[in-house]
Antibody
Framework: QLQLVESGGGVVQPGTSLRLSCVAS????????MHWVRQAPGKGLDWVAS????????NYAASVKGRFTISRDNSKNTLYLQMNSLRADDTAIYYC??????????????????WGQGTLVTVSS | DIVMTQSPESLAVSLGETATINCKSS????????????FAWYQQKPGQPPKLLIY???TRESWVPDRFSGSGSGSAFTLTITSLQAEDVAVYYC?????????FGQGTNLQIK
């Protein structure tokens, strides 16, 4: 069964770090582009970061670049988001999302077709 | 960055009537190499993650009833929901996946009148 399960959220103080994990199942993880998308309480959707296995291609939203690092371990079917120097405006539900596929070294950006249930990160003093 | 502008922000429609949501992108998101618009609609119900509803501007996901349709090309797109049902109450988001950052519209809150 196709599934993404996030973990690692919690309540942290400003300036600290947190690492989110997302375990994928039901599909060949290494063949897909993976993303983190966040949603602040009562707000809209905000793309955070993406990573392709091929060419180790990573992209970040301007608001998190230099503070957040996306990575993946294809042997464990797991996507990560290392979040450093957290700020109050990073408070959100963080969703792990599948979007895009690769055939060999040829990758195609595709819609975000599989979402996890999300993990809540609260940054507060 | 490509800016996605949705309208209206909220919408109340009677059961059985038609709801129309519009979305404009600040630049063309049609890729001539494969003749595809890199554009999607998502549905989000309270307490749930978003679900992909329509992609490539007009292709419905397998779970989506044919009351839902997507149209448009280039930089202007429309989501139409005919014969509105109570279970269609949700927030609807548009998105471009043409370029990183993969931006979303601000959302349209659809309610029953």
């Amino acid at each position: 069964q196709l599934q993404l399960v996030e973990s690692g959220g919690g309540v942290v103080q400003p300036g600290t770090s947190l690492r989110l994990s997302c375990v994928a199942s039901g599909f060949i993880f290494s063949n897909y582009g993976m993303h983190w998308v966040r949603q602040a309480p009562g707000k809209g959707l905000d793309w955070v970061a993406s990573m392709w296995y091929v060419r180790d291609n990573k992209n970040y939203a301007a608001s998190v670049k230099g503070r957040f690092t996306i990575s993946r371990d294809n042997s464990k079917n797991t996507l990560y988001l290392q979040m450093n120097s957290l700020r109050a405006d990073d408070t959100a539900i963080y969703y792990c999302v599948r979007g895009g596929s690769c055939s060999g070294s040829n990758c195609l950006q595709e819609p975000f077709d599989l979402w996890g249930q999300g993990t809540l990160v609260t940054v507060s003093s | 960055d490509i800016v996605m502008t949705q309208s209206p922000e909220s919408l109340a429609v009677s059961l059985g009537e038609t709801a129309t949501i519009n979305c404009k992108s600040s630049q063309n998101i049609f890729h001539s190499s494969n003749n595809k618009n890199y554009f999607a609609w998502y549905q989000q119900k309270p307490g749930q993650p978003p679900k992909l509803l329509i992609y490539w501007a007009s292709t419905r996901e397998s779970w989506v009833p044919d009351r839902f349709s997507g149209s448009g090309s280039g930089s202007a797109f429309t989501l139409t929901i005919t014969s509105l049902q109570a279970e269609d109450v949700a927030v609807y988001y548009c998105q471009q996946y043409y370029n990183s950052p993969y931006t979303f519209g601000q959302g349209t809150n659809l309610q029953i009148k």
